[in-house]
């Protein structure tokens, strides 16, 4: 019996023909099934750009909304598309263009955080097929579920040691705190897009609402109209005093 000493090497006839079969490349990304109703698209695309506006200095994460996940070969034959209304992605380039999220295409990385926009038809899987393929195949951190017609449904997981969704204790308010993202995520009472609602939003650690662009742009257009308008109110009390001493204001200028 010929022994092989543990430094031996194997000759070249000893390695095995073969390749891994290569991953599919005829996926698709589009199924042509839109989202629930005009409101579901609307909170998704509030949680994307108000995300995006608050990490605009930030290109190390990717975040989509409505996208497939492909993550197995058997998924992507089978046509078992899983899509979340939202998710996130953190250190990885957030820049370039995706059609969806291939695992096998982004060096093994799943999703981070999910929101899902729950409705009568898919709550059931939201909460039990999809929840459980996060958790056990994904391990996404941070999973979160809500009705954008039920003010009562928002529920949260974070995920345990044992890849195991614990569920989340709400604040006072009724907001859960998403540790990965650093934000609450919580109710808001306003109109968006020519709707009026509540809208699932995020709110710092301080609780303020993180903004929206538009909204952002409201905010420093009004906090320049009172920067103004308080160096208006000083230069009028310069003048008066100015006048009250015997002096002409206009003579300073």
Request: hydrophobic content about 35%; charged content about 30%; glycine content about 6%.
């Amino acid at each position: 019996m010929t022994n092989i000493t543990e430094n031996q090497s194997f000759s070249a006839a000893s390695v095995p023909d073969w390749e891994p079969t290569p991953p599919p490349t005829d996926l698709i990304f589009d199924d042509g099934e839109p989202l629930e109703s005009n409101r579901h698209r609307i909170a998704m695309n509030v949680l994307i750009r108000s995300l995006q506006q608050a990490w605009s200095d930030r290109d190390d994460y990717f975040v989509g909304g409505n996208m497939f996940v492909y993550y197995s070969r058997t998924q992507a034959r089978n046509r078992d598309f899983k899509g979340p209304d939202f998710f996130v992605v953190l250190n990885v380039a957030g820049t370039g263009s995706r059609q969806g999220w291939v695992v096998w295409d982004e060096e093994g990385r799943y999703p981070d955080v999910i929101v899902e926009l729950m409705s009568p038809s898919t709550k059931n899987a939201d909460l039990g097929e999809k929840k459980n393929i996060y958790a056990g195949v994904f391990r996404t951190r941070d999973y979160f579920v809500f009705d954008p017609f039920d003010t009562n449904s928002l529920q949260g997981w974070r995920l345990d040691a044992n890849f195991r969704y614990q569920p989340l204790a709400p604040n006072e308010r009724g907001w859960l705190w998403c540790e990965t993202l650093g934000f609450w995520l919580g109710l808001w009472e306003g109109t968006i897009d020519r709707e009026t609602a509540p809208w699932l939003r995020f709110f710092d650690r301080e609780e303020n609402l993180v903004f929206l662009p538009e909204e952002a742009e409201r905010q420093r257009a009004e906090t320049e109209r009172q920067r103004a308008e308080i160096e208006r109110q000083r230069a009028e009390r310069l003048a008066a005093r100015l006048r009250e001493l015997g002096e002409n204001p206009d003579d300073l200028i």
